[in-house]
């Protein structure tokens, strides 16, 4: 079992760290908006991470044969709704940043990072090939479900600290720096649309 937390840990620091698009928004998020809105956002794309990592050790291979007829149209999906937020703070107005917010602007932002993380099933295609490659992972219920926490603390431990990275900066940036960073991680993240829909 404990085998089988580490497995889940390393698989999500694998899908994780590698700088996507819910990454750029965290730490954009963080830099605009300050921690606590950073960290409901990495807890919204640490929360999808453990819906799919559920999902993969629950159903395997169905999973994945359920998933795979509807992977092009959820690519487009999540393409366009980066890309509109691309465009949008590329044509955004320089605005004052907003101060630390609380309660439904929190939830709001929690529930945002967690639907634009789900729109990318094919995480759930990457946990269920761990599945079935590693007997430690699928050997009994009790292993699954330590794979399932190990992935979810692990993106979670991840997402919280591009949040903290993000909102070091929250206030210490000068107006034309924080236009710049902007328009630079609007760029970034059409790019990276471009390859969700394309890749």
Known sequence: MGQAFLLGMAAAYAIAIPVGPIAVLILRTGVRRGLRAAAAAGAGAATADLLFATIAMLFGAAASGFLAPILPAARIVA????AVIAVRGLLAAPEPLEPETGGARTGNTYL?????TMLNPPTVIYFV????????????????AAFV????????????????????????????????TAIVSSIIILALAARVAFG
């Open 112 to 116: 945002l990072f967690l639907g634009l």
């Open 79 to 82: 393409a366009v709704a980066l």
């Open 149 to 180: 926490v190990g992935a979810f603390l692990a993106s979670l431990s991840w997402q919280e600290v591009l949040a903290l990275g993000g909102a070091m900066l929250h206030g210490r940036l000068t107006p034309r720096l924080q236009r710049t």
């Open 129 to 144: 090939s761990l599945a079935i490659a590693l007997p430690e992972v699928s050997a009994d219920l009790a292993s699954r």
